[in-house]
């Protein structure tokens, strides 16, 4: 995996952040606008945390969206690999 241009793409973190978010919402049977204090959200996370089945489910959304489904097994393409900035 070409992690140091992964890790420089914004769009990657993003990725990263809604998936898990979305994993952990879901297991609450909340939507987004349920959310409505940042007290709702520490208590959300802090629930998330605490419940191993909720972190797998975190797990597997995080693992879903770092792993290119397009190449076999879990590493970049070699041209994927050679890249020095997102987007080359």
């Known amino acids: 995996m070409n992690w140091k241009v992964r890790f420089r793409n914004p769009v990657f973190w993003v990725q990263i952040v809604m998936s898990a978010f979305a994993a952990v919402l879901a297991y609450a049977g ?5 959310l409505t204090t ?5 208590a959300l996370l ?28 879990i590493a970049d393409s070699e041209r994927a690999r ?3 900035m997102p987007g080359e």
């Open 82 to 84: 050679k890249y020095d």
């Open 38 to 42: 940042w007290e709702s959200v520490g």
């Open 30 to 34: 909340l939507t987004a606008a349920d």
């Open 46 to 73: 802090c629930n998330a945390v605490r419940n191993p089945y909720c972190l797998l489910l975190v797990l597997s959304s995080v693992w879903n969206a770092v792993n290119d489904p397009t190449t076999k097994g």
